[in-house]
């Protein structure tokens, strides 16, 4: 069912959006405040994707760019639409909808910033389920819809679109390349398809998923119960069902480095008492695998959140800092994340891991420990 | 006057666009092949700049890149047309003409590919009045005409279109970071103008300057007479009409690096007998400045060009090698390329040198040495 969203929403969708984001996606300060001030007292609608017409023309928007770079060189605001109408005018249609490529905090409110500019509303879905942080590595192109033309806007007024036809990885690289040159942010709006389209490809109900784990998260703390609990509960009745502590404890090593574009590093997360084997976590923007020496307890595409210990608000991998107290969650993915196919554009071998994918839900070894 | 040309006088164009290029635009070799290829015995039609149309659309196009990377990555040769035909969509125009943007090996050809494969005429002019390392480096840009939009293609046919707005520097360093990104060569249309934009800003007549020189070359060492004369008289009646050596000897160093999509480096050249100061030439992609001791023979935007001793054969930057006996000649520019505008864009300045313009007719010190 369609629903509409409003400033008030914000606070819960960017939480939510957030833990979803794995570590990526985006710090949500900044993406509540771009929707807030275009947002005003007014309303968005958000379309669910079962009830798109047929031939609806969604095209998606979003921020590019290294998580770390985005946290200090804050968007004009008026990139996102700049790159919605280039495409529009190289496609020859007009947007009818928009809609995020990722869950994060910037990439949940991108297309909501959008919306609030044009008037557009903003589709229920998206093509990753989580963030991830390459332009291919969407259920979209999986799933048979392809990036190309790419349009790519940034703070200046520079526009440039990218045709690299049914190449999305060839259009991840040279997007990737403008966006450095462009000082590590840029906006797109990329993978134009249809209401159709949209079924068949994209993660349905992503931003109503979002916006009910903030509020969870954000009740019980009100309440004093648990908000791991609180997470659990919601995810039980989505694509999602299945979430575990794989560890908690006090972060007592990061290593970052932006290159190639990217964020990319890994966090040493060791026992609250300091006796025992450490958890480390590897990300490139979003976390990759957690490993218990070397077993790997959780791993790409499935979720790995690292969250505070108490308030379970999520950590992006560009906030984690020395002597944070923190759980790590590893949350399932829908099926449609999981299929030989999805593997291949986003599974551990497409970021170099040398890790089978297994199921998180089967891999924590001994009595998978419930959340709670 | 318009003129037709024929695969017969690629070797001759090539020869004398090479010259022009001062030791970069690519090697001609490659670019004459690609053009007798696409030609065979058909001929192209080569416009006068005073005949066209005041509203002729004329679309320029060119490959960029390292000339030390266009050596080895032969283009398919689609790449050029791919990039008209984008810029062409993008502006809703069709060209009526294409033309060169510099002189030299590779790009005084491609446009005659491009006029091969889809039968457009070839206007006689460029707009650098010989070569110049990067896109804003333009007469065009001096006197008020825009590169973007631009269109690039590369090898899979990919293709990205890019503007900036009248922001040219900053059209070259994103179409430069697409371009390393495509393998470091990509092929380009950019500055489309009319008719009347050619005259007011494009550099007149240098394909037909071009072939009278490599012919003029060709002609005199078959008739044991000095090639250099012959580049001595053959411009003395254009734009250029100063010829100055400015050294001979022997190449006793060369450094050179394919870096941020450049070939950087520089040359020395010691005299023939080994006695007494070496003269140093700093390039990237072309020949920047000629320097003995600290006292500077010749600067950009003059060319400095360096030559087979006997045969005056031009040698371009990445062909330098340990051993070459040379001659360097230094040749002076037309006027328009010395105007405190177009100094700003492509003065020594430019490019970082902490040296003023002097022109090279008035710098040579002594008895400037003619050439013959």
Redesign the interface.
Known sequence: MSWTLTAADLPDLARGATLLGTGGGGDPTIGSLLVRQALGDRSLTILDPDELADDLVVIPTAQMGAPTVMLEKIPAGTEPTLALRTLEA?LGRVAQATMPIECGGINSMIPLLVAAETGLPVVDADGMGRAFPELSMETFAVYGVHGSPLALAGE??????????D?DR?ME??A???T???GGVAHIAEYAMSGAQVRATAVPRTLSMALALGRAIRLARHAKRSPFEAIAQTLSTTLYPHVRELFAGKVTDVQRRTRDGFAKGWAQISPPDGVGQALEVEFQNENLVARLGTDVLAVVPDLICVVDAESAEPITTERLRYGQRVRVLGISTPELMRTPAALAAFGPAAFGLDVPFVPVETRVVGAPAAVG
Chains 1, 2 share one sequence.
């Open positions: 190289h200046r007024g520079e526009t440039v679109v990218i045709d690299t036809g190449d060839q690289w040279l990737r390349g403008v450095i040159r462009l």
